[in-house]
């Protein structure tokens, strides 16, 4: 393989020729590289996005020359597009607090806007990764600030899914409004309930869900660019300061602000604990509804089998994949928060072990609510018959009858249904214990699943 060689202080370094990294990259390739584990992408969008704002700004204040602010914003744009991801070597877990994606990053951008400009990969003239790609940012700042801004740019697509299982949610709670089933506490017989009303609780969850998810946007806007290192903006251009933060709310479309505190946002990860917290909440819910769905729809024969999976679509399996799935959610967050308790100091060399599990684990939440509505919320039905059949021949049904005709006469009824293998209702109605008006108003939904519709029974002659 041809190659070129870049020194520095602590020595030569061979590179392939064809590389747009330098030399502090090819280092950490040889010597810290421990995974394949590649960076998340809309990571790498998010630390472009910093760069570019970072050359936009220094290039008004007059800091760079305006053709070589040119050069730099064209290269990142080249990245945003898609180009350029195969230079980007560094694995997901580097380490020093993100200072291998940001030194890869830088290298390959100074490389690029030099070809641009006439230059040759590895000479860093006319533009040099340091003196003109960093200029007025130190590793730490614009890390934590493409952190922020890329769990920002990853939420309207999450946002998105969960929405869509909100609403499917709701739509089906219409749609089996009418359908009364058994409801069961710690898996024993319970009250009735309708398969609407549990649907629509399952929608009420995500919504819940999607409230937290979204109460962080607002923590996240407040980024620390322009802070240097440590937060005090030691090296930093005031006018930079003054500026960075606005071009790079237009250039990503997000309302960003300067911190008040640069030094917190850069020492406290508490932000992101809290939101690995959400996601796992999230996955927790998820995880539940689709194990309640796996749990009624069970049988067909010897099982529940209240509601209808669309066995096409394979929906069974489709639910446990989705269960491992929210454990592994889980176990991300038990990684941020070990991560975020081992910070020193002013920083927290774990950062990108923070990001990294955050950003997939909102990647598989997105993903998991998406199958989820396709795969199986669309398509799913209901045995009407049977879920009113297993709800008449419970206990609280009895309690319900009792109201009526009283307990002891309700309980024979449904024991003599029970041995006999009759529908209560048909039983009721030829019998004649009932005026027929009267049974149709005690098997109506509305009556066996809502509050202060029960008559108490009254013995004849009583008032």
Not at 352 to 364: G, T
Request: aromatic share 4%; proline share 4%.
């Amino acid at each position: 393989m041809e190659t070129r060689i870049e020194s520095d202080k602590h020595g030569p370094e061979e590179i392939p020729i064809d590389a747009l990294w330098g030399l502090s990259t090819n280092r950490y390739q040889r010597h810290l590289r421990l995974t394949d584990f590649p960076v998340h992408p809309v990571m790498v969008k998010a630390l472009t996005l910093v760069k570019k704002a970072s050359a936009t700004t220094n290039g008004i204040t007059g800091e760079i020359e305006p053709e070589i602010a040119d050069a730099i914003e064209k290269s990142c744009d080249r990245i945003l597009a898609g180009e350029l991801h195969e230079q980007i070597v560094v694995d997901a877990l580097h380490g020093s607090g993100g200072w291998g994606l940001t030194k890869n990053l830088s290298e390959v951008l100074a490389n690029a806007a030099s070809k641009l400009l006439g230059g040759e990969p590895g000479s860093y003239k006319p533009v040099h990764p340091v003196e003109h790609v960093d200029l007025n940012q130190a590793s730490y700042d614009t890390y934590i600030t493409a952190m922020r801004l890329a769990i920002l740019l990853a939420l309207d697509d999450l946002e998105a899914s969960l929405l869509d299982m909100e609403r499917m949610l709701r739509r089906k709670s219409l749609q089996f409004d009418r359908v009364v089933k058994p409801g069961r506490i710690n898996l024993k017989d319970s009250a009735p309930i309708t398969l609407g009303q549990e649907l629509n609780a399952y929608g009420s969850t995500i919504e819940r869900a999607l409230r937290r998810l979204e109460g962080s946007r607002d923590i996240f806007r407040e980024i620390n660019l322009g802070g240097g290192d440590i937060g005090t903006g030691f090296n930093t251009s005031p006018k930079f300061q003054e500026m960075v933060v606005q071009e790079l709310s237009k250039i990503c479309d997000q309302e960003l602000k300067a911190s008040d505190d640069h030094i917190r946002v850069g020492s406290s990860m508490t932000d992101f604990a809290h939101f690995s917290s959400s996601l796992k909440e999230a996955a927790i819910d998820l995880g539940k509804i689709a194990g309640d769905l796996r749990i009624l729809s069970s049988g067909p024969g010897a099982g529940m089998a209240e509601i209808i999976l669309d066995a096409r679509l394979e929906a069974s399996p489709l639910v446990e994949s989705l269960l491992m799935l929210c454990h592994r959610i889980a176990g991300n967050d038990l990684s941020v928060s070990l991560a975020v308790a081992s910070g020193n100091l002013q920083s927290n060399s774990a950062t990108p072990l923070i990001i990294d599990k955050i950003l997939e684990s909102m990647e598989l939440l997105q993903r998991a609510g998406t199958a989820f509505v396709g795969n199986c919320l669309a398509g799913l039905n209901t045995d009407q018959e049977r879920c009113l059949a297993l709800t008449t021949n419970t206990a609280a049904f009895t309690d319900l009858l009792a109201t009526e005709i009283g307990m002891e006469e309700a309980a024979i009824v449904v024991k003599n249904c029970r041995d006999q293998d009759r529908d209560v209702k048909e039983y009721l109605l030829e019998s004649k214990i009932l005026l027929p008006e009267r049974i149709e108003t005690i098997f109506s939904h509305r009556f066996m699943t809502s509050p202060k519709r029960i008559i108490p029974f009254k013995k004849e002659g009583e008032e």
